[in-house]
């Protein structure tokens, strides 16, 4: 009888314990490594948390974050979206005009040794190398092919400047929602997938 007295004591004395120590240290909310920056992107499908890598891409995350302050990317919309490939924004709005950038085209710091994998953010441009504005995406598979391979178009790469940390269960909404062909815009989301504001995290 005193044995499993004293087990049911042990027991609870061992809940207790357990519970003070998640009252004392509660799950901690997901944030940048070494002091990166986090931004929040607030979208009509959900929201979606990412961190950016300022030592690796300097120049594209300070253009990013430029848009980010003077608010450029709220009301632009998801307007390429291909299923097993990636979901790209932030240049166009819901009547799919193009909205006109606010700074200069970026270099292309594809060199940076980061890769275009599941969650990544990278930068948008034409196959000019040094032509990204505003537009970034997410890619939602592993996209090696993307990566710098060359000096050329096609071989220099999309610049992988940081990653989803939390909210890819709405990165793969968006990829899955039904697209269509408008005028000659093709993969653009039936119903408008629009980035409500992208705001930076406070530390």
Known sequence: MNSAHNLVQIFLAAAILVLFVAAAFPPQEKTGSAGNPVVVIETSAGTITAELYPDKAPKTVANFLGYVKTEYYSGTIFHRVIKGFMVQGGGLTANLRRKPPTQPMVINEATNGLSNLRGTLAMARTSDIHSATSQFFINTV??????????????????????VIDGMDVVDKIEGTPTNTVDATANVPVQAITIKAIRLKAK
Do not use: P, Q
């Open 142 to 163: 592993d996209n090696v092919r993307l990566d710098h391979r060359g000096e050329t178009g096609d071989t220099y790469g999309y610049c992988v400047f940081g990653k």
